[in-house]
């Protein structure tokens, strides 16, 4: 779990549960504030009883906050748990503060089962769809999709860009049903909502273009692993990069959580890691200067206003944000996607690349002027949160809130 030193926050798990004397509290200082500003997503590891891991496997845990002595408030918890089944991961949405004193939450059972709002689904076209009480949140098209019409639309330059593809995010939709990416642009054909990739994958002494579709795909091996629950839902799939769609060169693990909505948004956090299967593996930006790395093509929307901000070197937090909001089709008022760059990734902070004509704006890697190698058995990892809101361009403190209450107090790792 990441320490970064921004919050003065002491965690003690409790063991049992909370009717066991002496069960130690979960206490959380949250100095700042912006864990209960932003209801943003908390997570510990912990070494659960047996009766906390039935408990957990039912779907009957819960933290309590304890308010004051007899009144206490049941947050949801969802925990994932290690290949031996005794350790667990707890994340829990952390409530909102009702004055600056430390939270102290211990673990509980509940009598009967929390509803398993968020979910993963397989769809009839073997996609992956996210759901939260039944509502659509986002679709992960982890299978080929097909061009179909669209290469009849497109013009003849750009009909080599029509390709089959997968691995992406599309639909991403906001808190009130209205999608925010696009897929299949005439103008581009190989944009695709939310997908990660570059424009120039050296392969020894060859070049392709995973973001163009050009020599080398990102193709599904099967290996799919899914979590649904009433905090979170979440997709780890596995993907292999296929140099002419045959030889595969890289693999890669794409990790998907979106957590429940709450009344200030909702979060999804994305990993990925990359480890080469051949060697002389690198990726680069177009010309090493331009774009590559986190793509969002986002569905344009009226009003469009585009922000991006990273905090003057030498600062302490170096904070690292954007936004693109604006009134998106099929509802009358703003809304937007805030992207949070992890202070982890490699070559941080990425810079930031936008076309406004485009409804366009992403975070780059690797950094300027530079091909960053991807060696072999050696993971590279890249992870970033969205926050989906509503309302027009938020305000830079409550961004930078957010991009605090991620590296404060985070969600495990994949």
């Known amino acids: 779990m990441l320490k970064v030193p921004i919050l003065n926050i002491l965690l003690l798990l409790a063991l049992s549960a909370p009717k066991t004397p002496g069960a130690p509290p979960l206490v959380i200082h949250d100095t700042s504030g912006c864990l209960g500003r932003t209801e943003a997503p908390v997570s510990a590891v912990a070494n659960l009883t047996p009766a906390l891991l039935k408990a957990a496997r039912a779907q009957r845990l819960a933290v309590a906050l304890q308010r004051s002595p007899g009144a206490q408030l049941l947050v949801p918890a969802q925990t994932q748990s290690d290949a031996a089944g005794k350790e667990a991961t707890v994340v829990f ?173 909702r979060f999804i956090d994305l990993a990925f890691q990359f480890v080469a299967l051949k060697p002389g593996v690198t990726v680069a930006r177009r010309g090493t200067d331009k774009y590559g790395g986190l793509n969002i093509r986002m569905a344009t929307p009226q009003d469009q206003e585009i922000s991006v901000f990273t905090d003057v070197a030498g600062a302490k937090p170096r904070r690292a944000w954007a936004d693109l909001s604006g009134i998106f089709a099929g509802k009358r008022t703003a809304s937007g996607l805030a992207v949070i760059q992890h202070a982890d990734n490699p070559d941080y902070p990425g810079d930031w690349v936008q076309y406004p004509e485009l409804s366009w704006c992403q975070p780059t890697f690797p950094a300027l002027g530079s091909r960053h190698p991807l060696p072999l058995g050696k993971p590279v990892v890249l992870r970033y949160r969205l926050w989906i809101h509503n309302g027009g361009k938020p305000s830079a403190e409550a961004v930078s809130i957010a991009w605090e209450a991620l590296h404060a107090f985070e969600a495990a790792r994949p």
Request: glycine share 6%; proline share 8%.
């Open 93 to 265: 949405m952390m409530p909102v503060a009702p004055d600056d004193r430390p939270l102290e939450f211990k673990l509980a059972r509940t009598r009967n089962p929390q509803l398993a709002s968020l979910q993963v689904i397989e769809n009839p076209d073997r996609q992956y769809d996210f759901l939260e009480k039944g509502i659509p949140v986002l679709r992960y098209n982890y299978r080929t999709v097909e061009p179909g019409e669209i290469s009849k639309q497109v013009s003849d330059g750009n009909r080599i860009y029509a390709r089959a593809r997968s691995d992406y995010i599309h639909p991403l939709f906001g808190l009130d049903g209205e999608e925010l990416t696009r897929d299949w642009s005439v103008d581009h054909p190989h944009h695709r909502g939310i997908y990660w990739a570059w424009p120039e994958v050296d392969y020894g002494a060859e070049r392709g273009d995973l973001h163009a579709l050009q020599r080398v795909f990102a193709r599904p091996t099967g290996r799919v692993r899914i979590d649904s629950g009433p905090v979170f839902a979440q997709i780890e799939a596995e993907n292999q990069w296929m140099w002419e769609d045959r030889e595969p060169i890289v693999r890669e693990l794409a990790t998907i959580r979106a957590y429940r909505a709450t009344a200030r948004g």
